[in-house]
């Protein structure tokens, strides 16, 4: 069994022409290309959710209607990715929607396509730190790489303090994705007009034509109820304030 994602070229992105003479591009060069500019960017599934499935918990547990959505935007990925289509999961504290996201990059991964994940903060780090590099355009490079792999997941939208300088950095990155129709995938627990307040009204705009629309809604799975573990037939413990 091959262990080469293109067979054509085995993964050297070129092909030699009938007679030999010569080399042409594979069909599969341009996304070979992306890949490799990619790799120093983030691309590993946190241990936590490196075993998620819909057939296992919490995702299995969820209401059906707010997976099929996601199950369906899995079955169709390379369409997905190549009409620059993403999603956007929206919902309160421990609904879902990071192991959602992280089962789409999981399935991109798997499909050996380029794929980046960050939680804001670390995301703006990472940007701050091209600041920091001697090397002449870090900063412009970066933000390359990131427009240019094919999917792009960004966790806790709109968790970080608002500044010009953030509002301006996630502009960036949503318009260089918009206008190269590549997707994106981004958690928040924001409304939309919420979120606008926070990262700006263009940048939600931008989101808005180019994801669908994940709604999560249940209580916290993180959560857990005290349980009374006192046998119910004893006597209730006497009020001492009483004695």
Not at 46 to 55: E, I, L, M
Not at 76 to 96: C, H, K, N, P, S
Not at 138 to 156: C, F, K, M, N, S
Request: charged content about 30%; proline content about 5%; hydrophobic content about 40%.
């Amino acid at each position: 069994m091959s262990g080469y994602a293109c067979k054509d070229c085995e993964d050297s992105g070129w092909l030699d022409t009938p007679d030999g003479n010569a080399v042409v591009a594979c069909h599969c060069r341009e996304q070979l290309v992306a890949s490799r500019r990619s790799r120093s960017l983030s691309a590993v599934i946190p241990r936590r959710y490196r075993g998620a499935s819909f057939d296992r918990p919490p995702i299995s547990s969820m209401p059906p209607a707010q997976v099929d959505l996601v199950k369906g935007y899995v079955r169709q990925l390379d369409e997905r990715l190549a009409e620059g289509r993403g999603l956007w999961f929206f919902g309160g504290v421990g609904t879902g929607k990071t192991t959602l996201a992280m089962l789409v990059s999981q399935a991109a991964i798997d499909a050996r396509r380029g794929v980046a994940i960050y939680s804001l903060p670390r995301l703006l780090a990472e940007i701050r730190s091209t600041f920091e590099d001697d090397a002449e355009g870090g900063y412009v490079d970066l933000l390359d790489r990131l427009a240019e792999i094919d999917l792009l997941q960004i966790d806790d939208l709109g968790a970080e303090k608002t500044s010009a300088w953030v509002l301006e950095q996630l502009y960036s990155i949503v318009n260089a994705r918009y206008e190269a129709q590549r997707s994106i995938i981004v958690t928040t627990n924001l409304e939309r007009d919420q979120l606008a307040l926070q990262i700006g009204e263009r940048t939600v705009s931008r989101l808005e034509e180019m994801c669908e629309l994940c709604p999560l809604f249940g209580a916290d799975q993180r959560r857990f109820e005290a349980v009374d573990m006192r046998d119910k037939d004893q006597p209730p413990t006497p009020d001492l304030r009483l004695a």
